[in-house]
C-alpha cells in the first residue's frame, strides 16, 4: 500500500454507496486528484465534516485502482462554515471551486500556483476583508493569467501599442487600439480599466474605493473574458451576487493578502 501525504483544497462531494463518499482534491504537489472518504457520511466519522467543499486541509491517502482512499484528514483553514452560512458568500465561492477544476483539467499534474491562489481566494472570502465580487474577479483574472490568459488592461493586446485605449475585445485578449479593435468590442469607462487593472495586480485599496457601476461593468468583462478562454459556461457564475458588499471591515492588508501570488449542491455534492 502506498501511501501520500499533501495539502489539499476540497472542490467537490458526491454520494458513493450508503456510507462513502467520493471527494475531488486539489492539492498542492499532486495536482486534482479524486479519492473515496470511506463512512464519512456516518454521525461517527472522524474526519466526515472536514471533507467538504472550501475545506482547506492536511490529507494522507493511499494510492488505488482508479481512486484513491483518504485514511486521514486534518483541518488547515475551516472555510466551509462561515462561507456556507451566507448566499452571496457561497455562490461565490462555488465559482471559485468550479474554475479551478476547470482550470486543473488534469489528475495528478501538479499545479502549485493554482492551490495558493484558491486557498488565499477562499480565505479572503471567510475573513469577508472585501466585497466577494471584488475577491471572485480578482481570482478569475490571476488564475486565468497563471493559466496562460493573462489578459491586458493597459496596452494593446494584440499589437502591443503602448495605452491606455478605449475598447476592450475578449476574443483579442483585454484592451485594443483603435487599429485593431474589432466590430463588437465595448468601450468601458477608464475607471473600470483601472480597477480591472487592480484586481490583476491585487492592489486591493484601488478596488477597494471604486464605484459600484465600476464594479459592475467589471465584473461583466471578466464573467465574458473567463468563459471565453475556458470555452464552457461556467453554472455557478450565474448565481452570483454581485453587488453583495463586505459584512465586515477588515484591517488594511497589502497588494497581495487577499489573493496571494503563489453548500454542497452547486458543487455536485450531497442534496
Keep these: 500500500m502506498v501511501l501520500y501525504r499533501d495539502d489539499a483544497i476540497v472542490l467537490r462531494a458526491q454520494k458513493l454507496g450508503e456510507a462513502d463518499r467520493i471527494v475531488t482534491l486539489l492539492t498542492r504537489e499532486h495536482g486534482k486528484v479524486r479519492a473515496v472518504g470511506k463512512g464519512v457520511r456516518r454521525t461517527s466519522s472522524r474526519f466526515g465534516a472536514r471533507l467538504e467543499p ?9 494510492v488505488g485502482r482508479s481512486l484513491d482512499t483518504v485514511t486521514q484528514a486534518e483541518t488547515i483553514g475551516p472555510y466551509a462554515r462561515r ?11 462555488t465559482a471559485m471551486l468550479e474554475t479551478a477544476e476547470r482550470l486543473v483539467a488534469d489528475e495528478r499534474e501538479p499545479a502549485v500556483q493554482q492551490y495558493w491562489l484558491l486557498a488565499g481566494a477562499l480565505r479572503a472570502l471567510s475573513e469577508q476583508s ?4 471584488l475577491v471572485l474577479d480578482s481570482y478569475l483574472l490571476r488564475a486565468l493569467a497563471v493559466a496562460g490568459w493573462a489578459p491586458s488592461f493597459l496596452d494593446c493586446a494584440r499589437c502591443g501599442e503602448p495605452g491606455p485605449h478605449h475598447a476592450f475585445a475578449v476574443a483579442q485578449g483585454g484592451a485594443v487600439c483603435s487599429r485593431c479593435r474589432p ?5 468601458p469607462a477608464p475607471e473600470t480599466f483601472t480597477l480591472l487593472a487592480a484586481l490583476l495586480a491585487g492592489e486591493w485599496g484601488t478596488a477597494d474605493a471604486s464605484d459600484v457601476r465600476h464594479r459592475k461593468e467589471a465584473s461583466g ?12 459556461t461556467l453554472r455557478s457564475l450565474r448565481m452570483v451576487e454581485r453587488d453583495a458588499p463586505a459584512r465586515t471591515a477588515g484591517p488594511a492588508t497589502g497588494p497581495d493578502e487577499a489573493v496571494p501570488d503563489l453548500a454542497r449542491r452547486a458543487t455536485g455534492a450531497d442534496a
Excluded at 130 to 133: D, R, T, Y
Design 54 to 62: 472550501f475545506m482547506v486541509v492536511d490529507v494522507q491517502l493511499y
Design 83 to 93: 462561507i456556507c452560512q451566507d448566499y452571496g458568500l457561497y455562490t461565490t465561492g
Design 130 to 133: 472585501h466585497a466577494p465580487g
Design 183 to 187: 466590430p463588437g468590442s465595448t468601450s
Design 221 to 232: 468583462l471578466v464573467a465574458a473574458y473567463s468563459q471565453y478562454h475556458l470555452e464552457r
